[in-house]
């Protein structure tokens, strides 16, 4: 372990470290994965806008969860350092909840982390609710996404050239 990632190592308290396809993995508290062989952090299923969605239906919920799972994507960023966010499926709920509400308040989480390139494999959601706003720069595919050994989908399937998270 070199300095640097035992300064890091210091700053993910509450994570879990495995060894996964010979390579350093850790689960974060965050509800994220960190491979810091390859900087990128990756989360899952993030449903942005599911709460307004539901109060359009008229389904009583309370406000503030975007910017809740906001704050903790922040800081999963911040403790790790990542260059690099890897988004595997179901960025946002519906279009239902692209209310301006919300889109303006994962703006401005974005241009806080202006500097981390973020990538979306899209998730079944994300063909309902179409793609983010391209003010959010926030590329997206229907490809899976190859990081070393590992191969990043929404749907978990066997795949022939990687180990699939």
């Known amino acids: ?9 210091g700053q993910l308290e509450g994570a879990l470290e495995l060894s996964v396809a010979n390579e350093r993995v850790l689960l974060l508290p965050e509800r994220a994965l960190w491979l810091p062989a390859h900087d990128t952090l990756l989360v899952a299923d993030l449903h942005w806008g599911k709460a307004a969605a539901f109060r359009a239906a008229h389904v009583p919920v309370p406000m503030g969860t975007t910017s809740s799972d906001l704050a903790r994507l922040s800081s999963a960023l911040q403790s790790t350092g990542a260059r690099q966010l890897l988004i595997l499926g179901d960025l946002l709920h519906a279009r239902s909840g692209r209310h301006d509400e919300t889109i303006r308040t994962i703006g401005e989480w974005r ?29 997206c595919t229907d490809e899976p996404a190859r990081l070393g050994p590992f191969v990043g989908v929404h749907e978990p399937a066997h795949h022939a050239h990687g180990y699939v998270l």
């Open 1 to 9: 372990m070199t300095a640097a990632e035992g300064e890091l190592e």
């Open 111 to 139: 241009e806080r982390h202006e500097q981390v390139t973020m990538s979306l494999v899209r998730g079944n959601h994300d063909q309902h609710a179409g793609d983010p706003p391209a003010t959010l720069r926030i590329r």
